[in-house]
């Protein structure tokens, strides 16, 4: 209650703590904000017209450093265009002088059922937000999850393909671990490499299965689907940057002479080198429809020569470390591994 006249504030305090309220008082603007600086309130009684800080003063000072307080303004009948003013910059209420006690008690009343509806609805919001926001990231893992079956169904109808992305996976695991990235790290890349080769399912299976040497033109088709790859997952991989550009650029090479960018050394995000490299061992370790596998042992001494040129010599490392055991390669058994998205953050929201 904020009032400079005393006589005025305990006629009010009287009725309002009658009414089983707590109340405090302040015989000026400066002791209020002094008063609710050490204990907010949820409700301020203003006179207006006082001598140092004026009510509309007052009103502007609490409502931008407590937003959530109710404020009903006290005015003279004369001034009803201040108290219009008054409710324009946030005030809940106004009430005229000569007041009746009644009525600033049903003021009263009102103004906080108000705010505690404003409050309730607020926090509500921020809920049904955060609802929202979980169940669009559930929705994404689901279609990712979709698009993961998809990837092994496709592979699983074609021999030559059949388990590459889990072994692509399952050896870029092995490097990432090898090397100690950050677990969000290793997801991330757990993520793009089983989806890496998504986009082949733009591309003409033909050309795909073609026994003997490409043309050029053929070449260049089976080349666009790290670009299709990514044009299918980037609308469910917002959160996940990391693992798109796995999928758009995992045939890129140092060199600068690979696909679709032609990025060069650093410019490839080093995510994308692990996959690389574990793409490329699985994929010359595979029979092809022109070509028989190529042994372990011929696999592993070509990622070692190309070191610096297409691969890099820190991934290439890292996966001679990860699996000393070359007779056991190439790894079959699927490793239990969850397709997960990065938690989305909740952004605070603005009330
Ligand atoms: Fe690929």
Redesign the pocket.
């Known amino acids: 209650m904020v009032d400079d006249e005393p006589r005025l504030r305990r006629v009010l305090v009287r009725l309002l703590e009658g009414e089983g309220f707590t109340c405090s008082e302040a015989g000026s603007g400066t002791e209020a904000l002094e008063m609710m600086h050490h204990e907010p309130v949820p409700l301020v009684i203003s006179d207006l017209r006082m001598p140092q800080m004026d009510g509309v003063t007052l009103l502007r000072e609490i409502l931008a450093r407590w937003p959530d307080t109710a404020v009903i303004v006290v005015t003279a009948v004369a001034e009803v265009e201040s108290a219009v003013a008054c409710l324009q910059l946030g005030a809940l209420d106004y009430v005229a002088k000569p007041f009746h006690l009644d009525e600033v008690r049903a003021r009263v009343m009102q103004a906080l059922d108000k705010r505690r509806l404003i409050l309730e609805n607020r926090m509500y919001q921020h809920q049904l937000e955060e609802r929202v926001q979980e169940q669009a990231h559930r929705i994404e893992e689901l279609s990712l999850e979709r698009l993961q079956a998809l990837v092994h169904f496709l592979e699983e109808k074609d021999p030559y393909t059949r388990g590459h992305s889990v072994r692509v996976a399952n050896y870029s695991l092995g490097i990432a671990r090898q090397l100690q990235l950050d677990q969000e790290v290793i997801d991330l890349i757990a993520l793009g490499a089983e989806l890496?080769?998504i986009g082949k399912i733009g591309v003409s299976e033909a050309v795909l299965h073609k026994a003997g040497k490409l043309s050029d033109t053929e070449y260049r088709h089976i080349m666009e689907?790290?670009v299709i790859g990514a044009r299918i997952l980037e609308p469910l991989m917002r959160d996940a940057p990391g693992a798109l550009a796995i999928v758009r650029s995992?045939?890129e090479r140092l060199d600068g002479k690979g696909f679709p960018d032609g990025l060069r050394g650093d410019a490839i995000p080093f995510e994308v080198r692990v996959v690389t490299v574990a793409?490329s061992f699985d994929a010359m370790t595979s029979v092809r429809p022109y070509r028989p596998a190529l042994s372990v042992q011929r696999a592993t001494q070509e990622l070692e020569d190309m070191q610096g040129v297409q691969f890099d010599p820190r991934a290439v490392a890292a996966f001679l470390a990860a699996f000393p055991d070359r007779a056991a390669l190439p790894v079959t058994a699927p490793e239990a591994r969850p397709l997960h998205l990065p938690a989305r953050p909740v952004e605070a929201r603005r009330t």
Do not use: I
Request: charged letters at 30%; hydrophobic letters at 0%; a negative charge.
């Open positions: 890496h080769d689907h790290p995992h045939h793409d």
